[in-house]
């Protein structure tokens, strides 16, 4: 199964359009979302083309492939205008492997939920990376949006046996076999 994992939109229009070119050349599966869709967030500045809205249209577009997590931005209200539903969590075997999805805020490598899993992957930090730590494997996919910390617009890409870490122009930044 190949699955698109993708972080922190903020209500940028113009990076939901990009996902959604992502999706159109990756076909995957499955389309993980791991929160913070629509709101910019009080701390964040305005993303590129902000159009909370439009992003919900986009994304519905999408609704039969997507899994989605709630983020810290996400709201009740956003959930009205969305033709898909928010998970706290999401623990679910992608070729043979546990994973764990999740927003970031509560849970990440440095506060590990009781679940079992293989691969842990959360957004919030806006910081793309792959790194192993006491035989799991811990990502996050960046943020398509607003990246930090001199980053880039990222997502990771779940084939066979690999997490890939890439930029939205498909450049790979990161792999790690699992």
């Not at 913070?36 to 519905?60: F, S």
Request: with cysteine; net charge negative; proline share 3%.
């Amino acid at each position: 199964m190949k699955v698109v994992v993708a972080s922190d939109i903020h209500g940028s229009s113009y990076y939901a359009e990009r996902l959604k070119e992502i999706v159109n050349l990756e076909n995957p599966e499955k389309v993980v979302l791991l929160g913070d869709l629509y709101y910019h967030g009080p701390r964040n500045d305005l993303t590129q083309e902000y159009a909370p809205m439009k992003v919900a249209e986009i994304l519905n577009e999408m609704k039969e492939k997507l899994l989605v997590v709630k983020g810290n931005c996400d709201a009740e209200v956003d959930e009205m205008i969305s033709e898909f539903k928010f998970e706290e969590n999401i623990l679910t075997n992608i070729n043979g492997k546990n994973f764990y999805f999740t927003h970031g805020h509560k849970y990440n490598m440095d506060n590990i939920p009781y679940e079992d899993f293989d691969v842990m992957i959360y957004g919030h930090f806006h910081v793309g990376f792959i790194e192993k730590k006491d035989e799991l494997i811990f990502a996050n996919p960046g943020s398509l949006s607003l990246p930090k910390a001199n980053s880039t617009h990222s997502y990771i890409l779940i084939d066979e046996n690999n997490l890939i870490l890439k930029d939205v122009d498909g450049n790979i930044l990161g792999k790690c076999e699992f």
